[in-house]
Each structure stands twice: as C-alpha cells, then as structure tokens.
C-alpha cells in the first residue's frame, strides 16, 4: 500500500519537491489516479495501466470506456485521465497565432487607438516586445493622472523582465482628446528610458492617445 512507501517517494510528495519531470511514467499516472484499490496501491495500479497499454504510446489513444476496462479505473478516473491527454495533445499542437509587429508609432496606434480615445481616465499602458519587435505582452499598469511618483520605473520592468522582453513601449491616453505632451509626461519618459538602458531594456517609443490622434515623443524630439 503506499501508506507502506517512505513519504518522500510518494509520487506526489516527490513532485511537490523535486519537480513533475523527477518521476517516471508510473509515479505522474499514479498522481493522476490518485488512489488505487484494496488489493493494491496506486503506484501498482498505475504500473499494471501502463502494462495494459503497452506504454504511453497506446494508452494515450485509450477511450474511456477502454481504459474503465481496467480494474481499479471507475469513470472518475477515466475522465481525469482522458482529461490529461487530451490537454497535453492540446499543448503539443498549439500553434501561437501571429503576434503583432511594431514597425513605427502608426502601427501602435493601429492597436490600441480605437480602445483607448474613448477612455475617460489616463492609462498608462506597456507593450512587451521581442527581438523581432513582435509584442509578447500587454498590460495597463497605472490608472489615474501620470506623474513620476505613480510611474515608477521598478513596476515597468518588473513585467518587462518578467516576459524576457527585449524592449518595450509606453503608451498612455489624453481624456481630453489632445495627444500632446505635457512637462511631466516627457519627464517620466526620459527616467524611464534611463532606467531601461541601466537594466538593457530599450524604452523604443512613448506614444501619447488622443482622439484619433497621437503624438510620438520620439517622433517629436522630446526623448
């Protein structure tokens, strides 16, 4: 019984510590299955779902009713088990839809203008890029009127580096609808932009959303 296996080797205490890609095929099925029977443990259940099978190249084609066939596997485990493959099968063939790419300031307000003009309060917006200046993440990160004290450079590259971006631009609305820059704007541009070259994260651009139009500070001279 696995009452009778030393704690730390119990499939799930083991994957607990040491990472799912420490156990074998039995010990993540035997995670998966969770219990086994009277008559034997989980890990023996596992063991004989894999020797049904012949291994994980059949039982990944197993249905449920095939795999209920086996004793100790009821329709819960079935479907947890069905569940799982498919998941992984779900994983291997995913294929990541084409990400948009940054060429120049038109192609950020391309994204972000018909979402942001309407905004009745200032959004301070990051767009993570890669090495192809192709976005891998955006997120709105303050709320409320820019100033330096709100935007700090610690919450910008926190995400940044946390999405191994390669550079990033800041975007940020004007509810009034004129995209131009005020002092304090230009301010928090440049600290970041000296923040970013200190951590080798390019600030590439900060683009200002108004209605219908925009202003770029790079375009524009002020950085």
């Not at 890990?43 to 099978?53: C, E, N, P, T």
């Not at 100790?72 to 079935?78: T, V, Y």
């Not at 330096?148 to 004007?174: D, G, M, Q």
């Not at 923040?195 to 002020?222: C, M, N, P, Y």
Request: charged fraction near 30%; aromatic fraction near 6%; glycine fraction near 6%.
């Amino acid at each position: 019984m696995i009452k009778d296996v030393p704690f730390s080797e119990r499939p799930r205490e083991k994957m607990a510590k040491f990472g799912a890609e420490q156990l074998s095929n039995q010990e993540l099925l035997a995670v998966l299955i969770r219990s086994g029977t009277k008559e034997e443990s989980v890990l023996q259940l596992s063991q004989r779902v894999l020797y049904d099978f012949d291994g994980l190249l059949m039982l990944k084609d197993a249905t449920i009713e095939e795999l209920q066939t086996i004793k100790g596997i009821g329709l819960a485990k079935a479907l947890e088990m069905r569940a799982a493959i498919e998941l992984g099968r779900r994983i291997y063939t995913y294929h990541e839809e084409e990400r948009w790419v940054i060429r120049s300031p038109e192609d950020v307000s391309g994204l972000v203008m018909e979402e942001m003009r309407f905004l009745t309060q200032e959004h301070f917006v990051i767009l993570c890029l890669n090495t192809k200046n192709q976005v891998i993440h955006r997120q709105t990160l303050f709320i409320g009127s820019l100033n330096s004290s709100i935007v700090h450079p610690r919450e910008v590259f926190k995400e940044a580096l946390r999405r191994s971006a390669a550079a990033v631009i800041c975007i940020h609305n004007h509810p009034s609808g004129d995209p131009g820059p005020s002092r304090e704007d230009i301010d928090v541009t440049k600290r970041l932009i000296e923040a970013g070259r200190i951590l080798g994260i390019d600030v590439l651009d900060h683009i200002i959303i108004g209605d219908r139009r925009f202003t770029s500070l790079k375009e524009q001279g002020s950085v």
